[in-house]
């Protein structure tokens, strides 16, 4: 069974009336206690979406009309719906990027808003990025519909879900070749130990990057995530996973992490690996020598 959060509808829309609308939001979604993602995910998406209507409602004032509706659902989503008019000129384009959006994997999405971000950065308009920013913020597919109103506009009704426990914290036991991973999103502690020179190390290390990948919004929310390196030995093969699965988690948040690199006091190369790892992803480390 649905449970109704929070209903809005204004026929003219305008900036001034965002901050309320998002307070509002929270007021009314604040007693379910979610996490500060999910939050962030429902301003990001209401924000853009009533951005977007404005900006737009230059030919035809009605476009500047809303219906907003968030719903609890008993998936642990919340189902946000929206609709409003669009312009039919705009229809062909908004349909391809939506598709095009829809079927992209959220690493690749990540790395399409980075490529168009930098394109764009001198060109007016959002050339698609705050669709782009919604995606990566729900769990499903973006579903849309089409209704003609008059020869200049149609509505346009969009669906989306915010997960709201779709965080998993990634763990694997060491064996005999490779590391312990510890990887906890509430306690923002991350963590590789032991050793590591698997049997098919980018099987192995691939799968922690794809974690990442999908939990990086997460991540980039993180106030003082910790990570910890400690492996008393690693091949070439492994090194290079390493500093890759280090340079995904940085990306994601790279001011906010702290990366604290042990090594044995009387293993001098092993500290100039970690220093040399710091060098080669613009990041300082602490190092910490165990006794």
Not at 50 to 73: C, P
Not at 124 to 145: D, E, F, Q, T
Not at 205 to 219: L, M, Q, R, V
């Amino acid at each position: 069974m649905e449970k109704t959060l929070f209903t809005y509808t204004n026929n003219f829309l305008c900036e001034s009336d965002f901050p309320n609308v998002l307070q509002n939001i929270l007021n009314e979604t604040q007693e379910e206690h979610f996490p500060n993602v999910v939050h962030h995910s429902i301003r990001t998406i209401v924000t853009e979406i009533l951005s977007n209507i404005v900006s737009h409602a230059n030919i035809d004032e009605r476009q500047r009309s809303v219906q907003m509706e968030l719903l609890k659902t008993d998936e642990d989503t919340i189902k946000i719906h929206t609709k409003n008019f669009i312009q039919n000129e705009q229809l062909s384009a908004f349909t391809i990027l939506l598709n095009k959006i829809n079927l992209k994997s959220p690493q690749e999405l990540r790395m399409i808003q980075q490529e168009t971000l930098e394109k764009n950065l001198t060109t007016p308009g959002g050339a698609g990025i705050g669709l782009m920013m919604i995606r990566r913020r729900v769990c499903k597919p973006i579903i849309c519909k089409f209704e003609p109103f008059n020869d200049t506009i149609s509505y346009i009704e969009l669906e989306l879900e915010v997960a709201i426990n779709a965080q998993e914290d990634l763990k694997k036991d060491k064996t005999k070749r490779t590391p312990q991973v510890n990887f906890e999103i509430e306690n923002q502690r991350f963590e590789i130990s032991g050793v590591s020179y698997p049997e098919d190390a980018e099987n192995y290390y691939s799968e922690i990057e794809k974690w990442i990948f999908d939990n990086s919004e997460y991540i980039s929310d993180m106030q003082n995530p910790v990570l910890k390196i400690d492996l008393d030995y690693f091949n070439s093969i492994s090194l290079k996973n390493i500093t890759r699965t280090i340079k995904d988690l940085l990306a994601a948040n790279k001011d906010g992490f702290t990366v604290n690199w042990y090594y044995d006091a009387d293993d001098e190369i092993s500290h100039e690996e970690g220093v040399q790892m710091s060098e080669i992803l613009g990041k300082k480390f602490n190092f910490i020598s165990k006794k």
